[in-house]
């Protein structure tokens, strides 16, 4: 395997003498590899950086959009349903509701 003689003159270790970026992987840059260049943007999933100009960025883009849609319909629907929950049900809500109702429609 390269890097593992331990003679300092073996030409295993002269092969392995890289510097900077350039032990980094491609899109990594930085003290020890841990930003992305510039370009590029992290991938918090797969833990890689992607360039921005890339074919998997608009697949991102595109999963991504995906996966919140139906996030926020999910939070907009249990909403509605807790509020129309919390206005029919006889209680402090209603008796607020009804006391504001015409207030609220109004705006």
């Known amino acids: 395997c390269a890097g593992t003689s331990t003679d300092p003159e073996s030409d295993d270790v002269e092969e392995m003498r890289l510097e900077g970026d350039e032990l980094c992987r491609v899109g990594f840059t930085g003290p020890l590899c841990s930003t992305c260049s510039e370009d590029y943007y992290l991938d918090g999933i797969d833990e890689v950086c992607v360039a921005c100009d890339s074919k998997e960025a608009a697949k991102q883009s ?6 919140i849609l139906p996030i926020v319909v999910g939070v907009v ?30 705006v």
């Open 62 to 67: 595109q999963s991504a959009s995906k996966e």
């Open 77 to 106: 629907v249990t909403v509605a349903i807790v509020l129309t929950v919390a206005v029919n049900v006889p209680g402090s809500v209603q008796n607020w509701y009804n006391r504001r109702v015409e207030r609220i429609m109004t």
